[in-house]
C-alpha cells in the first residue's frame, strides 16, 4: 500500500463533465465504466483493445453496451494483440466470453472502424481538451502517441485504471500494465498529464452484496445485466481471494472516469511513476518513487490513493439509473 499520507483534496472545483474517448477490453468492470463515462462526460468515442478477453470478444461487448445504453457514440476496434509480448487474455476472471454472467443481447449496431489508434489521433486532433481513460492494456494509446505525437502536447489529460503499489497478475504486477509493458512505458514517459487509479485504491472500492442489490432494484435491463455481471464478477473474486479479502469484486474501471469528473471523492499524490519493462519478477510493476529526497524526480503522475466508496457507488447507480428504461 501507499505509506504516505495523500495530499489534502484541493479545494476542487464542482464537477465537470470532461469531454472523454474510453479505450477499454470490456471486461465487467469496464462495462461499469462505460455507463459511468456515458453519464459523466461527454463521451466522443469508444475504443476497444484486447486484454480480459481476445479482440473480437471485447469489441463485441463494447457494441453490447452502447446498445443496451442507446448512446449514439463511435465505437472503433483496436490492438489484437500487445506491442512486443504475446497476448494473455483474464478469462480466468472475466470468463471466456469477457462479460460472462449476464443474458447479453446481441449488438444490432456495427462497429465504426478498426484502427483505434488513428481514430484516437483524429479525435484528440479536431477536439479540443480530450480526455484519453484508457481501462485496459494501454497499447492503442501508445500506438496513437507513435503514429501522431503531437496529441501528447493537445490531449487534456491521460486517466487510466493500472498499476499500483502491489499486483494481482503478479506480486508487483497489476493486469492492464503487466499485459503490456513496453505500451504503457511509452504512455508514462511520453510527458502527458497521467492520472492512476491503481489497485492502492480500485480495491477500496468494491461490488459488495449490498450495492449489487441496489443496482438490481434500479430495474430494467441495464440495472439487470450490470446486477448479474457482478454477482459473476464478485463470485470470481471471493473464490480467488482468501475468505474475507475482499466484500466482492474491486470495481476498478469507473474510478478512472470519475477521477476526472469528480476529483474530490479521491485522495491523491503526486509521484513520478515508472514502468518496469526488463524484469522477470517485476515485469509491468509500476516502480513509484516515495522518495522524500530533494533530488527526487519531478513527478509524472496523480497517483490516487483513497476513494469515499460510498459516494462513488451513488454516482455510479445514478448512472445506471439514468440509462434504465
Ligand atoms: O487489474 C484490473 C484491470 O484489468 C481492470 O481494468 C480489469 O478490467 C482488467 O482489464
Ligand atoms: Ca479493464
Known amino acids: 500500500m501507499l505509506a504516505v499520507m495523500p495530499d489534502a483534496p484541493s479545494s476542487s472545483p464542482p464537477p465537470s463533465r470532461p469531454t472523454v474517448l474510453l479505450d477499454c477490453d470490456p471486461g465487467h468492470d469496464d462495462a461499469i ?54 497476448p494473455v487474455f483474464a478469462v480466468d476472471v472475466h470468463g471466456s466470453s469477457g462479460l460472462d454472467g449476464a443474458d447479453l443481447p446481441a449488438p444490432t449496431t456495427p462497429l465504426d472502424g478498426t484502427d483505434a489508434a488513428r481514430f484516437i489521433a483524429a479525435t484528440v486532433r479536431s477536439t479540443e481538451d480530450v480526455w484519453l481513460v484508457p481501462t485496459g492494456p494501454l497499447t492503442n494509446i501508445a500506438l496513437a502517441m507513435r503514429i501522431a505525437p503531437d496529441i501528447i502536447d493537445r ?9 499500483g503499489s502491489f499486483g494481482n497478475r503478479t506480486a508487483t504486477g497489476e493486469f492492464n500494465i503487466w499485459a ?29 452484496a449490498e450495492r449489487v442489490e441496489r443496482v438490481r432494484a434500479a430495474a430494467g435491463a441495464l440495472a439487470t445485466v ?12 471471493r473464490e480467488r481471494h482468501d475468505d474475507g479479502a475482499l466484500l466482492g469484486g474491486a470495481v476498478h474501471d469507473p474510478l478512472a472516469v470519475l477521477a476526472i469528473t469528480h476529483p474530490d471523492v479521491f485522495g491523491s499524490v503526486r509521484r513520478r511513476v515508472d514502468v518496469e519493462t526488463h524484469g522477470v519478477l517485476t515485469r509491468g510493476m509500476t516502480v513509484i518513487d516515495e522518495r522524500l529526497l530533494r533530488s527526487r524526480p ?28
Open 180 to 208: 503490456d509493458p513496453e505500451a504503457a512505458h511509452v504512455v508514462f514517459d511520453s510527458g502527458v498529464d497521467l492520472t492512476m487509479a491503481g489497485l492502492d485504491v480500485t480495491h477500496q472500492f468494491l461490488a459488495t
Open 226 to 237: 450490470l446486477a448479474d455481471l457482478m454477482v459473476f464478477f464478485s463470485a470470481i473474486y
Open 298 to 325: 519531478a513527478p509524472n503522475c496523480t497517483v490516487l490513493t483513497s476513494v469515499d466508496a460510498d459516494t462513488a457507488f451513488e454516482l455510479i447507480l445514478d448512472a445506471i439509473t439514468h440509462f434504465t428504461t
Open 155 to 163: 490531449v487534456r489529460g491521460v486517466s487510466l485504471m493500472g498499476g
Open 33 to 86: 465504466a462505460i455507463v459511468t463515462a456515458a453519464r459523466h462526460t461527454d463521451l466522443v468515442g469508444i475504443t476497444t483493445v484486447a486484454g480480459n478477453a481476445p479482440l473480437e470478444r471485447t469489441t463485441h461487448n463494447a457494441l453490447v453496451m452502447r446498445d443496451l445504453l442507446g448512446i449514439d457514440v463511435p465505437v472503433h476496434s483496436g490492438a489484437a494483440r500487445p506491442l512486443v509480448r504475446d
